[in-house]
C-alpha cells in the first residue's frame, strides 16, 4: 500500500483544514487508517484512527475537534480539523495497518505516508 498524504498549510488559530490520504496498491477498505504528528525533537504521536469497520478513535488532545473520516470507493482517508490550536502544529502522517495490535499504536503501522505540514499561528 503506498499512501500520499495532503492538505496541510498554515491557518490561523481557531481555523479548519481537511488532511486527505490517498492509498494505492491494495484494496483499503480492509486496513485500519491513523493518522499520527510529530514536532522536533518529541515521539510521533497518536491523533486519530478509523478501523475497517468505521469506528473511530481520538486522542484526547483532539476529540470534539478532529473527525477522522474515510471513502473506500476513493481509497482515501481524511482528517478534518476544525478549532484548530497552535499546539496542532506539526507534520502530521497518515498510516496504514491490517495486522492486529492497538490502533493508537506507531509501531502496529505497517505502512505510513509522507508527512505534510500543518502551522496554526497564534
Known amino acids: 500500500v503506498q499512501l500520499q498524504a495532503s492538505g496541510g498549510g498554515l491557518v490561523q488559530a481557531g481555523g479548519s483544514l481537511r488532511l486527505s490520504c490517498a492509498a494505492s496498491g491494495r484494496t483499503f477498505s480492509s486496513y485500519a487508517a491513523g493518522w499520527f504528528r510529530q514536532t522536533p525533537g518529541k515521539e510521533r504521536e497518536f491523533v486519530a484512527a478509523i478501523s475497517w469497520a468505521a469506528t473511530n478513535t481520538y486522542a484526547d488532545s483532539v476529540k470534539g475537534r478532529f473527525t477522522i473520516s474515510r471513502d473506500n470507493a476513493k481509497n482515501t482517508v481524511y482528517l478534518q480539523m476544525n478549532s484548530l490550536k497552535p499546539e496542532d502544529t506539526a507534520v502530521y502522517y497518515c498510516?496504514?495497518?491490517?495486522?492486529?495490535?492497538?490502533?493508537?499504536?506507531?509501531?502496529?503501522?505497517?505502512?505510513w505516508g509522507q508527512g505534510t505540514q500543518v502551522t496554526v499561528s497564534s
Open positions: 498510516a496504514a495497518k491490517s495486522r492486529l495490535g492497538s490502533i493508537a499504536v506507531v509501531t502496529t503501522y505497517d505502512y
